[in-house]
């Protein structure tokens, strides 16, 4: 980020269920590293499927129950389908479809056992089975998957580099090419019948609502490398990251939606009040 340049954050939850207190501190984080600057709230809602009305209802009840404010209008990701549409074009010479699913994929890397199977961010590292199909080849059953060793070639770089300002300051985070091609492997940009992927809606919105501090859990670092090469293809800037903890359930595990029993909706019917909360998450109301 540029020096003295006003930060602007945001928390950009996905409408498919109750936010739990995983939600509650990544949304009070976001809020805080923007103090002073400016907080966004972005509804990651591109999978039509899972994510419900109600529940985006339920995002602005909670987080505002916590005393959050964030700037009006909300950008909601099912409203920007034509520019990520967009944005999948000026890759279009970098990708290639695919028809492949996971069995298939699974066959091709040919382990006895799933857990024997090279995995990164994005699950299993794609083979490489349908690369060097053209574009033009299209169906409907395909996703399109980006070719990595040439986004790299393309932009003449070995190494890509990022900074997080919780996770050694003031270094830059490096992974080398191989490293991307052996740990990551050619991602999905355009999942079947979702006409994008979170990866490309993200690294889309964040450049357009410029975002220039990026707050999240750990649990999407690996997934931050992604981002980057994407910023580098379409030209936007690399904001500043600040990957946060997680919270995590009595045995250790990360809080997912299922856990309803630790939903802020269900602590607030409790009578809790937000600040006991903050307390349970180990911040200072
Ligand atoms: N919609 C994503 C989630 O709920 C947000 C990820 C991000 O902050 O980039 O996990």
Request: with cysteine.
């Amino acid at each position: 980020m540029a020096g003295g340049a006003v930060r602007r954050t945001r928390f950009a939850p996905s409408p498919t269920g109750l936010l739990h207190l995983g939600h509650a501190y990544a949304a009070c984080i976001a809020a805080r590293s923007a103090s002073p600057g400016e907080f966004l709230l972005r509804i990651e809602d591109i999978d039509r499927d899972r994510c419900k009305p109600k529940f985006e209802t339920t995002i602005y009840e909670d987080l505002d129950w916590l005393g959050l404010n964030w700037q009006h209008p909300v950008l909601k990701q099912s409203d920007r389908m034509a520019a990520y549409g967009k944005a999948l074009k000026r890759l279009d010479s970098l990708c290639y479809p695919c028809r492949c699913r996971r069995g298939d994929i699974r066959a091709a890397l040919s382990a006895p056992q799933e857990h024997a199977l090279p995995a990164g961010p994005d699950g299993l590292i794609y083979p490489g089975t349908c690369r060097g199909r053209s574009m033009a080849g299209i169906g409907s059953e395909d996703v399109i998957r980006l070719d990595v060793a040439r986004a790299f070639d393309a932009l003449g770089l070995d190494r890509l580099t990022f900074r997080d300002e919780a996770i050694m300051p003031g270094h830059d985070h490096n992974l080398s090419r191989e490293e991307f091609l052996n740990g990551i492997g050619d991602v999905i940009l355009s999942r079947r019948s979702m006409g994008t992927s979170y990866h490309l809606a993200v690294v889309v919105d964040d450049a357009m609502q410029r975002i220039n501090v990026i707050t999240r859990g750990k649990d999407l670092f690996d997934s931050t490398w992604i981002h980057v090469l994407l910023q580098k293809l379409l030209d936007y800037p690399t904001p500043l990251y600040h990957h946060h903890r997680l919270i995590r359930d009595s045995h250790g595990r990360r809080l997912a939606k299922r856990d309803d029993a630790r939903a802020i909706r269900h602590y607030r019917e409790e009578g809790l009040t937000s600040d006991d909360i903050r307390l349970m998450i180990g911040l200072t109301p």
